[in-house]
């Protein structure tokens, strides 16, 4: 698990006040902050990364032939980007990618507040055993306010977890 682990970028997330990309104004997207020290995000050449939460708000358009990119909004133009409001940071493990891990747990989130630790192992959410889910689906789930009860497996012992989730970012 540490070899895979250090693929990961590391950053701060965060928003920030808002900013254009053509015409187009994006208000309070979230932005990762690069802390790299080596890799594609280190040496001052980024500022922050939007990430795909930008592009998810419109129809891209490679054209080639002309050397540009065409964007057009979508109908997820004007929803809000959310981030994860659970506070945990989540790695999907298995041949099958449907065993879920805690990697890390945000101080002070509801994650933390309800005691889940770093390598705990999530067996189900809201009463759907994990297996039912992509690692997609559950950070789409996570970034719903209201209640989560999770099932999470720590050692020999099994506990209901029951998380009040809120916007962090």
């Known amino acids: 698990m540490g070899d895979a682990l250090a ?4 950053g701060v997330v965060g928003r920030t006040d ?17 802390q790299d020290t ?4 280190a ?12 592009m998810n708000k419109f129809k891209v358009f490679l054209d080639y032939g002309h050397s540009r990119i065409i964007l057009e ?32 747990v945000v101080e002070h989130s509801p994650s933390a507040d309800a005691g889940i630790h770093k390598e705990d192992l999530i067996m189900s959410v809201n009463g759907r055993p994990a297996s039912d889910f992509m690692l997609a689906d559950l950070r789409e789930l996570f970034k719903k306010p209201g209640d989560c009860t999770l099932s999470i497996k720590r050692g020999q012992e099994t506990l ?5 989730l809120k916007r962090l970012i």
């Open 73 to 104: 909004p979508n109908s997820r133009f004007a929803e809000t980007i959310d981030w994860d409001m659970t506070g945990l940071s989540v790695l999907a493990e298995g041949s099958d990618f449907k065993t879920f891990r805690v990697h890390s």
């Open 38 to 41: 080596k890799g594609a995000m």
């Open 7 to 10: 693929a990961f970028h590391r």
């Open 160 to 164: 209901q977890i029951k998380l009040k």
């Open 18 to 34: 808002g900013f254009k990309i053509g015409s187009y104004q994006i208000n309070d997207p979230i932005v990762s902050f690069s």
């Open 43 to 54: 040496g001052g050449q980024f500022e922050a990364n939007i990430g795909t939460q930008i």
